[in-house]
């Protein structure tokens, strides 16, 4: 191949290479940001969810019947568990948003908070069943206050978790 042949492929290879290069980043940052603001909203609304769990709870603590006060109980724990994952991982994305968007494989981290949502409704469905058994099944009111709190706990973390991962980016 002639030198004059190899330069004219360079000058016209050389483009397109670069704009292969710049396709690839734009679609990385775009995975990231989405991914980012996805984790974000789910962080929000666990949060919130938590906040209201927690308030909710004490009031049935406070002013509620045994059933009632069981099921308060049960809002106020998972409530503070569920602040607890919230405020992670809303540090987690602040940690990964301020990070170099080279040194995190993007396509990796969406994969493995897929399979993180999926297991999560895997022990929402459990939550759900121990709470239907507990609320049907016992004969002491206060089992049956723990089943309702653990119910309606087990389905809103199902939603949240389906809903999550089905609007995954």
């Known amino acids: 191949m002639s030198r004059i042949s190899r330069c004219f492929l360079v000058f016209f290879l050389f483009p397109y290479f670069i704009l292969a290069q710049a396709n690839a980043d734009v679609q990385t940052f775009q995975i990231r940001e989405k991914l980012l603001n996805h984790q974000e909203r789910i962080g929000q609304v666990l949060g919130f969810w938590a906040l209201g769990s927690i308030g909710v709870g ?80 016992s004969k002491d009111v206060r089992w049956r206050g723990t089943g309702a709190g653990i119910l309606i706990q087990g389905t809103f973390l199902l939603l949240l978790d389906s809903i999550g991962y089905l609007l995954l980016p």
């Open 58 to 137: 004490i009031y049935q603590i406070t002013t509620g019947k045994t059933f009632v006060r069981f099921m308060g109980y049960q809002n106020v724990a998972w409530g503070a568990i569920d602040g607890a994952i919230a405020l992670y991982a809303l540090w987690d994305r602040s940690r990964k948003h301020k990070a170099d968007p080279e040194s995190i494989d993007w396509k990796r981290e969406r994969d493995f908070f897929a399979r993180i949502l999926l297991i999560n409704a895997g022990l929402d469905l459990l939550y759900i069943s121990v709470g239907a058994l507990l609320l049907t099944r």
